[in-house]
């Protein structure tokens, strides 16, 4: 099945291009919008890659590894219940102005429980109050800003790879909240090697990195990822391979056109939809050969050790 964005005009390099897929950053399309879905056949390239990459993974100990282990697909912050109150209050967020005027306990215990509805678990290392305080930004400046004045060690449920879980949180009382601000009290597992190597840097023919993991629906039925493409093209698409034990993404470009192209790359939403249900299988992108991780296409994953 192959899926594609909807269509945005604007001339790129090559040159630029390679330079973000290789080090991740681009220009995020502005506004979201629900990309339009076609299905074809897939690219012979990428679908031999595909194949490649589903055969390494598939039985493999890494695909064992990462059932087994805990890789959150989701942010690692919940806000107050309702948000922020103002406008203020959510610009202070995102641009990480935190003070703290109260104290922070200290960690009760040196691992924390991760718990799927199943019954399966995992223990791993419980961090700090202060470096999730930390994590947050805790950057002082001028301008609004958002006071800590306490917090507590709790719970949260987010998804992660093998669905949702409950996980230990640090819950930060705001000032001015009622509820906390939740963030995820534990580092994600370690990533296991992979089986195959990545293609090499830059597109490999038409065969092009995911940028990440943008959302997961509820069903499972369908994932959001980050594709790059330019304007001198008709956007980016997803090829999509299912086996019983992994679901491979391929991404390209389709309708490149010669000529002079500024300096740009553009990231967009892609909305893949599956045959079945995600569940268990392993979510990889046939570039890198790895899993695809979620969060920003800027920075290092939340999911990612």
Same mark, same amino acid.
């Given at each position: 099945?192959r ?26 399309k ?6 339009? !879905?076609?299905s ?20 493999s ?15 690692? %912050?919940?806000l +107050?219940?309702g948000?922020? *109150? ?18 922070? +306990?200290?960690? +009760? ?5 991760v718990?799927? +509805? ?7 290392p419980?961090?700090?109050?202060q470096?999730?305080? #930390?994590s947050?930004g ?10 800590? #004045?306490g ?17 230990p ?14 963030? !995820? ?11 195959i190597?990545p ?5 490999s ?23 790059? *493409? ?9 090829? %999509? ?23 740009q ?16 299988? !392993? ?15 800027y ?7």
């Open positions: 099945m899926t594609k964005a909807a269509r945005q005009v604007r001339p790129f390099t090559l040159l630029a291009v390679l330079a973000v897929v290789a080090v991740g950053c681009g220009n995020e502005a506004g979201n919008h629900d990309p339009e !879905v076609r074809s056949g897939s690219d012979a390239g990428s679908g031999t890659r595909a194949r490649a990459v589903a055969d390494a993974w598939d039985g100990r890494a695909a064992e590894l990462w059932r087994t282990g805990y890789y959150p697909m989701a942010d690692a %912050v919940q +107050p219940e948000g922020f *109150h103002s406008a203020a209050d959510k610009r202070a967020y995102e641009t990480q102005h935190f003070v703290l005027s109260g104290a922070l +306990p200290a960690t +009760p215990h040196d691992t924390g429980q718990t799927w +509805p199943s019954g399966k678990s995992v223990v791993l419980l961090l700090s109050a470096k999730a305080y #930390t947050l805790g950057n002082s400046g001028d301008g609004p800003h958002l006071a800590v #004045t917090a507590r060690l709790g719970e949260m449920t987010l998804v992660t790879s093998r669905g949702p879980a409950t996980v949180a640090w819950l930060f009382t705001l000032e001015g909240y009622d509820t906390p601000l939740r963030r !995820v009290a534990i580092s994600p597992s370690r990533l296991p090697r992979p089986p190597t293609v090499g840097r830059g597109p023919g038409e065969l092009w990195q995911i940028g990440r993991l943008a959302e997961m629906s509820g069903d499972g039925r369908s994932v959001k990822v980050k594709a790059s *493409h330019g304007a001198c093209d008709d956007g980016p698409v997803v090829d %999509v391979l299912e086996t019983e034990g992994s679901v491979v993404l391929s991404a390209s470009i389709v309708g490149e056109k010669d000529g002079p192209c500024t300096s790359a553009i990231l967009e939403t892609v909305t893949v939809k599956l045959a079945r249900k995600l569940g268990n299988r !392993v979510l990889l992108d046939a570039f890198t050969g790895r899993p695809v991780p979620y969060g920003p296409p920075g290092k994953s939340p999911s990612w050790s």
